[in-house]
């Protein structure tokens, strides 16, 4: 049984790269793909951002001379390339899919608007939302938040390389304590970057609950659908 009927789905574009260090890795990607084809065959409805870190990351791009509106809309176009990517895997898969893009780029992408996304899922298909938000200054972590309030999703599942929310960095410090469960208002209290602050306050005025774990561990996001504690649940 799944325990999410609907569902948006974060990932990083940093863990496209695999051990290739760079760009898109073949085999992460069918991995990714593989994992949401078995939640699609348990009837879960899915829409995905994924960032675009793996090509152009416009803050970082910021600190070494671009200007900081072209950097970032460098930063949305990569992440419609992963987008591409991600729809050419799960349709070799057989899953059907379709790219909504923030900012108008027919053929390449539909022009995301909530009615569509949600006719889209509730006919079958996994919906992979690009262009962040299609404004500057908006990374794709408070993306993910705008569309998973704007689609009635149950939960935001944030597919990262680190299984949980600790109390500090786990690959810096040793000493790092899991949580298991945490509020919102904990993480502010305490510093904690599992992702931006304005996607924090969003999730949490929204009642969006966001679900941390570990998406690079092939069958990690079923055992997430189906309940298993293998991440951290974090909620108001």
């Known amino acids: 049984m799944a325990r999410f009927k609907r569902i948006l789905l974060k990932l990083s574009g940093e863990s496209l790269m695999g051990k290739q260090g760079h760009g898109i890795d073949p ?20 829409g995905i951002v ?5 090509i152009f990351r416009g803050l970082s791009g910021a600190t070494k001379g671009f200007d900081r509106v072209k950097g970032d809309q460098m930063g ?10 991600l729809s050419s895997a799960l349709t070799t898969e057989g899953v059907a899919n379709k790219v909504l893009t923030a900012i108008r780029m027919e053929p390449i992408g539909e022009f995301y608007s909530k009615w569509k996304a949600i006719e ?8 992979i939302f690009s262009g962040g938000t299609g ?20 939960v935001m599942l944030k597919g990262t390389r680190v299984d949980g929310i600790y109390t500090a960095d786990p690959e810096k410090d040793p000493t790092a304590v899991k949580f298991d469960d945490i509020t919102y208002d904990e993480i502010l209290e305490r510093g904690l970057k599992i992702m931006d602050l ?12 966001i679900y941390v774990f570990n998406m690079d561990v092939v069958g990690n996001l079923k055992k997430v659908i189906e309940g298993e504690p293998i991440g951290t649940y974090v909620h108001s």
């Open 198 to 209: 304005s996607a924090v306050v969003m999730c949490n005025d929204n009642n969006l609950p």
């Open 27 to 46: 085999e992460r990607l069918a991995d990714y793909a593989k994992q949401v084809k078995e939640i699609h065959e348990m009837g879960v409805q899915i």
């Open 50 to 54: 994924i960032g675009g870190g793996n």
């Open 76 to 85: 949305m176009l990569a992440t419609v390339i992963n987008a591409l990517a």
């Open 120 to 127: 889209e899922m509730e006919a079958g298909k996994v919906c």
């Open 135 to 154: 404004q500057p200054y908006f990374t794709t972590d408070t993306g993910s938040s705008l569309r998973g309030v704007e689609i009635e999703a149950d």
